[in-house]
Every structure is written in structure tokens, then in C-alpha cells.
């Protein structure tokens, strides 16, 4: 069965292809490898691909044909596709998305780099770089496909490992992928206490049965009259919590820089990246 992933910079998505190989055995097909090889072959660094890509869409429609044809070529296998669209081109599969803060992200890549092209001046750096190219390959997408990579309704499971550690996610994707195969899948979203903010400063608590509705806006997360139960995850130490994704409405979203710093204190920590003024 294929499994297709994506997400954002930083969130894992090379290490649990490694697991998944290793342990269960499937195939892992990777567009960064294709874009890697077709770099080696003009006799360019990736980076210098990826800056070649914003303005020649050529090696996009490679990516695309080959992730079609290693698809049609390899049904009934078990395949995983590291890719920033698998999803699209390759339905009939497990799409999994995956999130991670920007501060974590920038932490990762920043003590992780594997090629000198990686070039950061500090963590603040690296998860300033990886927004900026985060946001610029969504331009793109939506340019060339029409499609929205941050929509959490493209996907069957949607998971931040902002607080996990790299088995604590494998697990969690192998269990899930294991309750899909059964049929009837309902879709998830497991988010991070740690990487939603408030909408508001001051809102009471709906249904405390509830799952915490939370709504995206400047591709961050947002709780929606839930504070107190957001508080009470964040004081347990709960890594992850499962979240209703509402439409988006940025007009709910009113909170200020200052009253995330109030947010901070009160629940001990540092967010250490701001989507808001």
C-alpha cells in the first residue's frame, strides 16, 4: 500500500522514510533524490537547483512524471513517497502531512546540516530560512498546480512533531497508518500544545468534551475559545492533542506580540516565533 508524506522543513520526514524501509520493509521513493541526481548531471549544487526551479518549472514536471510512473509501476507494493505533492499525483494512497514550529524546525536543521550548502548564522536564522522558503514554495505550488500545500483537508493524517522524538512519531504514523488500511479512516490532525496560539487573549472555553477548534492563519495555528484547556495541556506536559480544523477566518484572530509574551509567561515557555504583529 502507498503511503504518501510531505510538511514542513525540519518535521522528519527523511528519518521516517528510514524507519519505515527499515523496519516494515517499503520502498522509498524521494524527489529530493531525482532533483539531486538531475543537479549532479548539470553540474550544479541542489541549491543552485532549487534557485533554477523558481524560474524553470521544467524539472517540476519530471518530478511529477516519474512519481506517476513509479506509482502505476509498483501497485500492490508497499511504497513510501517523500514528496511535496505524492498526495496529488498519487490519490490512492495514506497522505500524511507533517508540522513542526518554526523555532524547533530552525533548531533541527540548524544542529542536523548535512551538505555545506546549508548555511545558517544561528538557529533564529535557520527557522527565519526555512519560513521564507517555506512560504515561497507555496507561491509556487499554487502557481503551477493550483493547490494549497497547507490545507489540512488534502490529508488523511495531519501531525506536528514539535514535542515528539523521532520513534514517538514512527509509532504514532505506523499505528495510524495500520487503523487506515482497516477502512473507514476517520481524519486526524495531532497538534503540539506547544505550537497553537490563541486567538484571543482572554476567551472561555466552549464544551470542555471537545476537541479544541482551532483555525490557520499566517500558516500557524490558532485555538478558538479554548484557553483554559490549551493552559491545562501545556501545564501537563501533553505533547500531543487531537484539534477540529474550523474555516479559515483571520478576523477571529486578534491577539497582539504583547499578549503572546503574557501567554509565554504564564505558561512557561517560548514560542520563539511570532505570527503576529
Known amino acids: 500500500m502507498y503511503i504518501t508524506i510531505n510538511g514542513q522543513l525540519g518535521s522528519g520526514k527523511s528519518e521516517i522514510c528510514k524507519f519505515f524501509k527499515r523496519e516494515h520493509g517499503f520502498d522509498v521513493f524521494s524527489t529530493g533524490r531525482i532533483q539531486r541526481e538531475r543537479a549532479k548531471q548539470q553540474g550544479i549544487s541542489t541549491l543552485e537547483m532549487n534557485e533554477k526551479s523558481g524560474k524553470d518549472y521544467s524539472l517540476d514536471y519530471i518530478i511529477d512524471n516519474a512519481t506517476v510512473e513509479f506509482a502505476k509501476e509498483n501497485q500492490g507494493k508497499d511504497v513510501i513517497f517523500d514528496s511535496r505533492l505524492a498526495w496529488h499525483f498519487v490519490p490512492d ?20 546540516r548535512v551538505t555545506e550548502e546549508e548555511k545558517y548564522k544561528n538557529q533564529e536564522d535557520a ?8 512560504r515561497l514554495e507555496s507561491e509556487r505550488y499554487l502557481k503551477v498546480y493550483d493547490v494549497v ?11 506536528d512533531t514539535t514535542s515528539l522524538s523521532i520513534k514517538e ?18 481524519n486526524k490532525i495531532l497538534a503540539s500544545p506547544k505550537n497553537i496560539y490563541p486567538a484571543k487573549k482572554d476567551s472561555s472555553d466552549n464544551n470542555s468534551d471537545e476537541k479544541i477548534n482551532i483555525i490557520c492563519y499566517n500558516d500557524a495555528m490558532f485555538a478558538l ?5 490549551l493552559k491545562k495541556a501545556n501545564k501537563e506536559g501533553s505533547k500531543i492533542l487531537e484539534v477540529s480544523l474550523l474555516p479559515d477566518n483571520k478576523d477571529k484572530v486578534s491577539i497582539t506580540l504583547e499578549e503572546l509574551y503574557e501567554w509565554e509567561k504564564e505558561n512557561g515557555f517560548v514560542y520563539n516565533y511570532y505570527p503576529v504583529k
Open 93 to 112: 494512497s495514506f497522505k500524511i502531512h507533517l508540522l513542526v514550529s518554526p523555532a524547533e524546525a530552525g533548531r533541527r536543521v540548524f544542529f542536523n
Open 127 to 134: 527557522a527565519k530560512q526555512l519560513v521564507e522558503r517555506r
Open 149 to 159: 500545500m497547507n490545507d489540512y483537508s488534502n490529508y488523511n493524517l495531519v501531525l
Open 169 to 186: 512519531v514512527c509509532d504514532i504514523l505506523y499505528n495510524e497508518y495500520c487503523e487506515f488500511k482497516k477502512g473507514n479512516y476517520k
Open 225 to 229: 475559545g479554548a484557553n483554559e484547556r
